[in-house]
């Protein structure tokens, strides 16, 4: 039987349905990687993504800002020291064992929610004095976050952001 073509569904009746079609047929994800919340990114979203990124980091830029890359796991220590700032522990995936014979790691390490914990704990080193402010950076990532409901583009489990 030959795929249907076209959206199949009205957005008036059933915005879910029609929202999925739009995404698949315009080829932006394949959401058929066996994987809740994990999208495969398709050229046209890629680029569009990518002209959105740029634009954003021209402009931070522009102001002064300066690009950072921070690891994408963070011990556990740093994420209970920001929680009353940052509160993420129920949407973490954590990472508690390594390599080939699955060794217990020393600390659970979280795959970064959010940058903020990261960048704070090694902002108080940078930071020494009045003299070294303002300290404008900003960082182009991905994140992981553990949602229950997911959407694509709307709600994932791995998003990039700045």
Not at 99 to 127: D, H, V
Request: a negative charge.
């Amino acid at each position: 039987m030959a795929e249907e073509e076209g959206i199949t569904v009205k957005k008036s009746e059933n915005f879910s349905e029609w929202y999925s079609q739009v995404v698949q047929k315009a080829e932006l994800a394949d959401i058929r990687y066996n994987v809740k919340g994990f999208l495969v990114h398709q050229p046209w979203s890629v680029r569009i993504m990518k002209k959105i990124r740029d634009l954003f980091e021209e402009e931070l830029e522009k102001k002064g800002h300066e690009p950072v890359w921070f690891p994408a796991v963070i011990p556990e220590s740093f994420l209970k020291k920001e929680k009353e700032h940052a509160e993420f522990s129920a949407d973490v995936f954590w990472v508690t064992e390594a390599g080939e014979n699955f060794e217990k790691l020393e600390e659970k390490l979280a795959l970064r929610p959010t940058s903020e914990t990261a960048m704070y704990t090694m902002f108080s080193l940078w930071i020494r004095s009045w003299r070294d402010l303002p300290l404008k950076t900003y960082q182009s990532c991905q994140v992981w976050r553990y949602e229950s409901v997911t959407r694509p583009f709307i709600r994932g489990r791995e998003f990039y952001w700045i």
